[in-house]
Nanobody, 123 residues
Framework: QEQLVESGGGLVQAGGSLRLSCTAHGRTFSSYARGWFRQAPGKEREFVAAISWNGDSTHYADSVKGRFTISRDNSKNTVYLQMNSLEPEDTAVYYC????????????????WGQGTQVTVSS
């Protein structure tokens, strides 16, 4: 079973940037699509971004399109989320997960959820 460890969260002012990392242990990293999700207090977990197994394809939630970039380094078993022009509305716990499929797929098709990393954006 895969273990995912997220890192890179923190407190940043609006307009600032952060880069999140998610490192996987336990199964063939490159065989799975990867996704980032977030959950704000009192809200449901929501999709942020996803990347195909080889990194050739990505897609984003409309709320982060043009500001966030997902990437991966299969040699390091790591997926990244570069977040620019952060807004207070981006405040949430960010999670990564894996899926055998890539595309507009439901959240329940992802597994291996990490413990999350807190991102707080101050106004």
């Amino acid at each position: 079973q895969e273990q995912l460890v997220e890192s890179g969260g923190g407190l940043v002012q609006a307009g600032g940037s952060l880069r999140l990392s998610c490192t996987a242990h336990g199964r063939t990293f490159s065989s799975y699509a990867r996704g980032w999700f977030r959950q704000a207090p009192g809200k449901e977990r929501e999709f942020v971004a996803a990347i195909s197994w080889n990194g050739d394809s990505t897609h984003y939630a409309d709320s982060v399109k043009g500001r966030f970039t997902i990437s991966r380094d299969n040699s390091k078993n790591t997926v990244y989320l570069q977040m620019n022009s952060l807004e207070p509305e981006d405040t949430a716990v960010y999670y990564c997960a894996a899926s055998i499929r890539y595309g507009l797929i439901p959240m329940y098709e992802y597994d291996g959820w990490g413990q999350g990393t807190q991102v707080t954006v101050s106004s």
